[in-house]
């Protein structure tokens, strides 16, 4: 369903400067595919991509981390929570501020500043200092992905907002498997520090964001009628009773807007999705290289090299469950992915064999890294555009905590109890089913629908 024709008196002061911008005239009716619309959805991959480099940069050189600095398991998990734990201030931070001042310059800003904060990492003297450079890298990371997938689902036609963000959300895959090959090549053969130093490289990426993307237009709408109706009740003129209880609530951007009787139920499932999605990476995430390396006896080179290819297969998950997303429905995407992926993880954490270690985990990637593609659509387009940024960034960060704050503590409680990491991944299908289930019965079907239409 697309968005009605708006007559030229309905375009706001805010809008019509935009409208001299034309990237911004290419987005601004939301019907028509452009070049512009690619350089979105380009930026948007580019921050997931970061983000997959990111995440498993720091998984595959925890082994040498670990024993540069003489850690044990549970002293490199205190730094590693420590590091997510201030992260999350940034998942909230940077949508916060996005819903105030917009979602480009911030995404722009966000990429220059991981670039040039993972070479500080890599010259880190000692385990402390690494984990205070660790912080910053995701207290700037952390934005990015949320505000590229919030660009585009306000950009992006309603019918192929499913696959866009998901595919987008794959790049995540692309950015694990370079991952790999940097740490395969770079840490194998001259360490750690130096496989970190690479992605420094890509600061320049940031003016590409800041020259190409323009600004939503849903956003600069939104600020527009809060000064239309703001102007109109300080000067006593008549305002509808839909304009004011709106910018009765628009005017305030706050958590409490998440706990109003027209936004609590879809507070309380983004919550679900998200939470039951951290807690389900949160184990492969933070421990995968660290278990293929002491209990499957892989070398450096195997388990980077495993990677690369994990990767690739749970691109294709991605690219699967946005399709089905879109075609068939939201909840369908989730729940073909999710029983996929939990399948093949039993069989995998079970195998002895080389072979079918190889087998099985790059099959239950496709599944496992394919949920992801539904779970960020829906986060990113069932909130209204006036608190989108806020109920993003506190939905999210209420769930890395969950999923790598708290349950990493029972992760590691469990790999000490039994001597094997064995029992705490075979948590993970436990969660997936237990996830589909909850989303066939709470998920509500948002396929189609324009964002004014799911929320306003």
């Not at 008196?9 to 001299?20: S, Y």
């Not at 890395?400 to 708290?406: N, P």
Request: charge should be neutral; hydrophobic fraction near 50%.
């Amino acid at each position: 369903m697309s968005p009605p024709a708006r007559h030229p008196a309905d375009i706001g002061p805010l809008e019509q400067k935009h409208l001299q911008n034309p990237n911004y005239r290419a987005v601004a009716d939301g019907t028509q595919v452009t070049r512009t619309h690619w350089h979105i959805a380009s930026a948007n991959g580019l921050g997931w991509g970061f983000d997959g480099m990111d995440g498993v940069i720091f998984a595959l050189i925890s082994p040498l981390v670990i024993k540069e600095f003489s850690l044990t398991v549970p002293e490199y998990r205190s730094g590693l929570q420590i590091s997510l734990f201030i992260g999350i201030a940034g998942l909230y931070v940077w949508p916060w501020l996005a819903d105030r001042f917009g979602r480009r310059t911030l995404l722009a800003l966000n990429i220059a500043l991981f670039s040039l904060l993972m070479p500080v990492v890599a010259l880190s003297p000692t385990f402390a200092v690494f984990v205070i450079a660790r912080s910053a890298v995701g207290f700037a990371l952390n934005g990015e992905w949320s505000l590229g997938s919030m660009l585009v689902a306000e950009t992006w036609p309603a019918h192929l907002r499913g696959r866009v963000i998901s595919i987008n959300r794959a790049a995540w895959c692309f950015g694990a498997s370079l991952a790999g090959a940097i740490t395969g090549i770079a840490a194998a053969a001259w360490g750690w520090r130096v496989a970190v130093m690479v992605p420094g490289v890509i600061a320049l990426l940031a003016i590409y964001v800041r020259a190409t993307c323009p600004e939503s237009p849903y956003w600069v709408r939104a600020q527009d009628r809060k000064t239309r109706v703001r102007a109109a009740l300080q000067q006593g003129l008549p305002v509808s009773d839909e304009d004011r209880a709106w910018f009765q609530k628009a005017d305030r951007i706050g958590l409490s807007q998440l706990f109003l009787p027209d936004t609590l139920p879809s507070t309380l499932v983004a919550l679900f999705v998200a939470c039951c999605s951290t807690c389900i990476f949160g184990t492969v995430g933070a421990w995968m290289p660290y278990y293929l390396s002491t209990e499957k006896h892989w070398s450096t080179e195997e388990y980077s090299l495993f990677y690369v290819c994990w990767g690739i297969s749970g691109f294709f998950g991605l690219w699967l469950a946005g399709w089905l997303a879109d075609h068939v429905g939201r909840r369908v995407g989730f729940i073909v992915t999710l029983i996929e992926g939990a399948i093949f993880l039993t069989a995998w954490i079970y195998s002895d064999s080389h072979l079918l270690l190889w087998i099985f985990g790059l099959a239950w990637s496709f599944g496992f890294l394919g949920f992801w593609g539904p779970s960020t659509v829906l986060t990113a387009e069932i909130f209204p555009t006036r608190i989108r940024g806020v109920a993003n960034g506190a939905v999210w960060a209420v769930a890395y905590f969950v999923g790598f704050v708290l349950w990493p503590f029972a992760t590691v409680a469990l790999q000490q109890a039994t001597g094997s990491f064995t029992l705490a991944f075979l948590c993970i299908p436990v969660f997936m089913v237990l996830m589909a289930l909850g989303v066939w019965l709470c998920v509500p079907e948002h396929s189609g629908k324009d964002l004014n239409a799911i929320s306003v």
